[in-house]
């Protein structure tokens, strides 16, 4: 559609206001699926004539409504804004209006329209600094600053560090966010860096401005890092979760080059991280994945095991699980390892927590051998993966046959004797299945027959005793047994249907025989037609682990003691 059909089409709806929007949010989608961008410059023009009053037709704008889409809206006059011809004062009060309606500001277009006019830059910070709603409309002066000319930087300059002596916290944490930002030469870097570095703000908002801006200065002016260094070693000692927000927003979404000294310092801040900072967790989360795929596993394990001992559990971390499980096995080799051997329960448990959720596969993991150089850590690190993935049968069995490959006689002893009991005597299914497909694959033949044969031999004792009168429950308590068993479950079933959201879109039915259920489909004129539909089996099976039946108390005390147990040097120090 060419330009001058659009103007005809916006001019014919513009007898009312919603008329005319309606007519604009038109417009923009069938813009978007067109090579050509015509909706802009009309809109523009139109206003510029006199023609319409976008401005204020954009200010009265409801999210609420259904006449049109309000983001649509937004998105339109976000692209025209840069050249209307319009006072400062209307725009603002625009602006203001859709910052309350969104929960966000066109800061970008707004800037933009500064720009188009020398004067312009100089108004709206009068403007903004004289309104009696302040807080409202001090997000703006970031935009109206950095408009300056390029050839009023000085005054630019000037006008900012004015605004730190405010007393309104929005208005200065403006004037933090405006200095890490002005294009200035090296000759006025000295001005910012005094300024920024001479803040004493308390103020956590303010804070967390001061350090962004610190952060985009020091990539401006290299030559600062070894100052900035210095400040932040005192400036982000017990950090506010605000602070620690806007580090780690740094990290996780902006490209930032930062001197080793200066990462590390920032990175230790998160020890001091809650597991309730969903929003920090988040960003973290992302930060981990980049620094993974950057290569950086060193200060990745660092920083999440550093998270992690504070109470933050891998849960918390799905983005950063998800790539682990899927891209990284050799690294989950040696996180797990590692962790083991240190015996810190907080981070045991975390191994538990990545492995608990994965219900696709069976995670098989190998011991990194170069951080078991002795038969104490071997056995150690064994009792470990038995205490910690217990419910988790093939993540353990693999691990511990990884370390009886190159483990020595004793220890292979020890490893043989925690995969029979408890392992294989818990998960006698899946582990035999296990078992046999490392025999069909010429790996450890002989300990898989040996545990097999061992399991084979145990059930055929069971076997022979188990037809014996003395071992056996009389008739009548088995079937109190199972009477009260199945009514313990239909209860637990009710009451576990109760407010169930399936109730919600499902009829349910009961069957009093059969296997199919009958219903009666209506023909338009009328007719009831009788249907038939068969009744469709689906199923879901679990091994629960039968040592927990035979022998929960010996069970129990075993794994706690694996859980538990430390190095023999770290015990006695």
């Known amino acids: 559609m060419s330009l001058e059909e659009t103007k005809t089409r916006l001019l014919a709806a513009s007898e009312t206001a919603e008329e005319l929007l309606s007519q604009v949010n038109i417009l923009y989608i069938e813009e978007i699926r067109s090579d050509e961008k015509v909706l ?49 004062e209307d725009v603002l009060r625009c602006l203001v209006h859709l910052k309350q309606q969104v929960g966000r500001g066109i800061y970008r277009a707004f800037q933009l ?48 560090e004015k605004l730190i002596a405010s007393r309104n916290e929005t208005v200065r944490s403006q004037a933090y966010f405006i200095l890490g930002r002005l294009d200035v030469g090296e000759a006025q870097a000295s001005t910012i860096w005094e300024l920024l570095s001479g803040s004493d703000e308390r103020e956590n908002s303010c804070c967390a401005a001061v350090l962004r801006s610190i952060i985009c200065f020091g990539e401006a002016f290299p030559s600062y890092w070894p100052q900035i260094e210095e400040f932040l070693l005192m400036f982000v000692e017990g950090a506010s979760p605000e602070v620690l927000y806007e580090i780690s927003d740094i990290f996780a979404f902006q490209e930032v080059d930062l001197p080793d000294d200066v990462l590390e310092l920032l990175l230790k801040q998160f020890a001091n991280v809650s597991h309730e900072h969903k929003g920090i967790i988040d960003n973290i989360d992302h930060l981990l994945v980049n620094l993974v795929a950057k290569g950086s596993f060193s200060i990745a394990l660092k920083l999440l095991e550093s998270i992690l001992t504070v109470g933050v559990k891998f849960p918390q971390l799905d983005y950063f699980s998800s790539v682990l499980l899927s891209k990284h096995r050799e690294l989950i080799n040696h996180i797990v390892t590692k962790w083991f051997l240190s015996g810190d329960s907080s981070l045991c448990h975390s191994v538990t927590d990545l492995l608990h959720d994965v219900m696709d596969e ?4 190998e011991a990194k051998m170069a951080l078991l150089d002795d038969e104490v850590k071997q056995i150690f690190v064994g009792h470990k993966a038995v205490g910690w993935l217990y419910t988790r049968p093939v993540s353990a069995a693999s691990f511990i046959l990884s370390i009886y490959k190159t483990a020595s006689a004793t220890t292979r002893k020890e490893l043989e004797q925690v995969l029979y009991d408890p392992l294989l005597l818990s998960y006698p299914g899946e582990l035999k299945r296990f078992f046999k497909s490392r025999i069909n694959k010429d790996f450890q033949i002989h ?14 004792d069971i076997e022979k005793v188990s037809g014996l009168k003395e071992l056996m429950a009389p008739r009548e308590n088995i079937s109190v047994y199972w009477k009260e068993s199945n009514k313990s479950m239909q209860a637990a079933y009710e009451d576990a249907s109760r407010g169930s959201i399936i109730d919600l879109i499902v009829a349910k ?9 009958i219903y009666y489909m209506h023909r338009g004129d009328g007719e009831q037609v009788r249907q038939e539909m068969p009744m469709q089996s689906f199923s879901h099976s679990t091994e629960i682990p039968r040592l927990n039946i035979l022998d929960p108390e010996s069970l129990d005390y075993i794994l706690r003691v694996y859980r538990c147990e430390r190095m023999k040097n770290e015990a006695n120090s």
């Open 40 to 88: 802009k410059d009309a809109l523009s023009q139109l206003h510029n004539a006199g023609d319409i009053d976008l401005v204020e037709l954009v200010r009265g704008v409801d999210k609420s409504t259904s006449v049109y889409d309000f983001f649509t809206i937004l998105h339109a006059f976000e692209n025209a804004l840069p050249s209307l011809d319009a006072s400062i």
């Open 113 to 160: 329209f500064c720009t188009m006019e020398a004067q312009r830059p100089r108004n709206s910070v009068e403007f903004i600094l004289a309104q009696t709603e302040l807080s409202a409309y001090a997000p703006f002066l970031s935009s109206s600053i950095l408009s300056y000319d390029s050839d009023c930087v000085t005054e630019a300059i000037q006008v900012t």
């Open 362 to 365: 069976d995670v098989e993991i």
């Open 447 to 460: 300990l898989c027959k040996r545990l097999l044969d061992k399991l084979q031999a145990y059930h055929s």
């Open 509 to 517: 039915k009961t069957l009093l025989y059969g296997n199919s259920s």
